[in-house]
């Protein structure tokens, strides 16, 4: 499976932005997809994740309430819809999938397989 995030840019405090994640050579509609994003100096660190159910949804405390997370099987696709963004939520936001997470794995970024190359979001106060 190869992942490609967009979606990343220059965005104002409280303004939106939405991600996507794409995938390619295999379909994911039976994968945990998550998301989760890495600032300068800082582990990478969980952001929100997707079961093949997509009414099954986890999110981190720090954007539970602004972020979504959802997906598109028939475009084998991922998105995390971000609202109310603060300056705290500018990282590389990276998507990730794996064919057989349970729910106390999906917040460990080493027990995803596939991984995409990252989109980054900067938000400006």
């Known amino acids: 499976v190869q992942l490609q995030a967009s979606g990343g840019g220059l965005v104002q405090a409280g303004g939106s932005l939405r991600l996507s994640c794409s995938a390619s050579?295999?379909?994911?509609?039976?994968?945990?997809m998550g998301w989760f994003r890495q600032a300068p100096g800082k582990e990478r660190e969980f952001v929100s994740a997707?079961?093949?159910?997509?009414?099954?949804?986890y999110y981190s405390d720090h954007v539970k309430g602004r972020f979504t997370i959802s997906r598109d099987n028939a475009k084998n696709t991922v998105y995390l819809q971000m609202n109310s963004l603060k300056p705290e939520d500018t990282a590389v936001y990276y998507c990730?999938?794996?064919?057989?997470?349970?729910?106390?794995?999906?917040?460990?970024?080493?027990?995803?397989?596939?991984w995409g190359q990252g989109t980054l979001v900067t938000v400006s106060s």
């Open positions: 990730a999938g794996d064919g057989n997470l349970i729910l106390s794995q999906i917040l460990n970024p080493s027990q995803y397989d596939y």
């Open positions: 997707i079961f093949r159910s997509a009414s099954n949804t």
């Open positions: 050579g295999r379909t994911i509609s039976r994968y945990v």
